[in-house]
């Protein structure tokens, strides 16, 4: 159970209410170290954990069944990243989404603000799935990394990379955190308890799923940024779960599911702080595992049945067919394109990739976005329609 520490804001900023704003106290909540700490499960739980265990099983083998599961993991991954944005209040559609990416496939900065972050976030995923793999380590060093990623170009990039300095607080007034739903424990904690949540992430006492459970509750009640804490939270269960070796790729991904049941996500975080029930807390997070797992394999199928119709059509197409399947090929992998790049990537030359993408609009598997007749982009439809889907709440 968290302990309770008193502080006093002393704050000089000129809020619209003086005596909120200077000479109030507020109490932070310091939750117990991990490491060392007894955990046990009662049978609902034990169960609990062995369902989501078989659901991730099962997804492990599904993805084994795509010929490039980094396609999978692409889509997967930008899908949750539109989920995990619009948690923060960073609404953001599909097509918004590809603008912002085109704009970088053409070598320019993308002048909307809430698509870089999304961008941004992104770009610290892939990061961090590179950095913890099947064995490895989390370190503090690595999420800091992800962190600074994370922030990059955003109005936020000068607190990228470290730890809180000041006071943060969910709720309440805007100016002071004594009026705060949530206040995390004051800085001179932060440090160590994270030290503590990476060394209990590296070990092996606990089923990895009860262990990732454990680890997200502990580092949103530290929160330990001034900005980002959702997102890197929400992505440690990932990183966690792909170094355990539960997790073959990083294709399962928990935004929806908590932005589904939001609620219900912040209260049973609230009761593991003030009245230490972790069986509660464990139970919907490793029913919102189990129920994931299951969607992400349903997707894994229905994306390979997808890209096994499209190379159906393709090969209609008789001799175009070798140099349009290479194409569409490099499309599974990178959905939007120009002519350009995608030919010095392949290594074909750009008029016959620009055939080629002629054939698969033709065909209806592709679309042209700029209606430009020069520094043209392609997207792959069905990815499009994929990204769409798995932004809505979970069925």
Known sequence: MSRVVRRRWLSTHDGPSRKDNRGCEYEAYVPDMLVGRNFTFDGAVAADVADAEAAIARLNVEAVSLVDTEALARILLRAESVASSRIEGLEIGARRLLRAEAAQV????????????????????????????????????????????????????????RFREQQNWIGGSAYSPCSAAFVPPPTEYVEDLMSDVVAFANEDSLPAVAQAAIAHAQFETIHPFLDGNGRLGRLLITFLLCAQGALREPILYLSLYFKTNRAAYYELLERVRTKG???????????????????????AREIL?????????????????????????????????AIPSAAKKIGISAPTVAKSLGHMIDLGILEETTGRERHRLFVYKGYLDILNEGTEPLR
């Open 305 to 337: 049945e997808h890209f096994s119709q499209d190379q159906k059509k393709i090969e209609t197409l008789g001799r175009p067919a070798a140099s349009v399947l290479r194409v569409f090929q490099h499309m599974q992998r990178n959905p939007i394109i």
């Open 277 to 299: 029930d972790w069986e509660a807390w464990l139970d919907f997070f490793l029913i919102g595992v189990r129920d994931t797992a299951e969607q992400a394999a349903s997707a």
């Open 106 to 161: 053409l070598g320019d900065e993308p002048s909307d603000i809430t698509a870089v972050e999304v961008l941004r976030n992104i770009d610290a995923m892939v990061y961090g799935v590179g950095a913890v793999g099947p064995g490895d380590h989390i370190t503090v060093e690595t999420i800091l990394e992800i962190h600074r990623r994370l922030l990059f170009g955003t109005r936020f990039a000068e607190y990228g990379g």
